[in-house]
C-alpha cells in the first residue's frame, strides 16, 4: 500500500508563505512524477504542481510565479513552497503519486 503523508498546512495571513511537505517510503520514489492538487470547500480537485522524475516542473495559472514545488529523493520527501499566499490559496492540498492520495493537509489565509 502506498502511503503518503503530508505535513505542513495551517493558518497564514495574506502575503505570508508556508512550506508544505510529503513523506513516502515508496522505494521508487526517486523515478516518479510526483504532484500537489488542492480543494476548497465546493469546488473540484485541481492541480497545483507537478515535478517529473528528471526535475521539469509545471504549475498551475494560479499559482505560478507564487509556488516553487521541489523534491529530496534521498529523503523521499516532495515539497511544496508557497509565498505571497492569497486568501483564494485556501484549501485541502494532497500529495499525489502513483495513482494514490495522500490525506491531505489544510491551508488557511485569512487575515
Known amino acids: 500500500q502506498v502511503q503518503l503523508v503530508e505535513s505542513g498546512g495551517g493558518l497564514v495571513q495574506p502575503g505570508g508563505s508556508l512550506r508544505l511537505s510529503c513523506k513516502t517510503s515508496?522505494?521508487?520514489?526517486?523515478?516518479?512524477?510526483l504532484g500537489w492538487y488542492r480543494q476548497a470547500p465546493g469546488k473540484q480537485r485541481e492541480l497545483v504542481a507537478q515535478i517529473t522524475s528528471h526535475g521539469t516542473t509545471t504549475y498551475g495559472a494560479s499559482v505560478k510565479g507564487r509556488f516553487a514545488i521541489s523534491r529530496d529523493n534521498a529523503k523521499k520527501t516532495l515539497y511544496l513552497q508557497m509565498d505571497s499566499l492569497e486568501p483564494e490559496d485556501t484549501a485541502v492540498y494532497y500529495c499525489n503519486g502513483w495513482g494514490h492520495w495522500g490525506q491531505g493537509t489544510q491551508v488557511t489565509v485569512s487575515s
Open positions: 515508496r522505494a521508487t520514489f526517486r523515478i516518479s512524477d
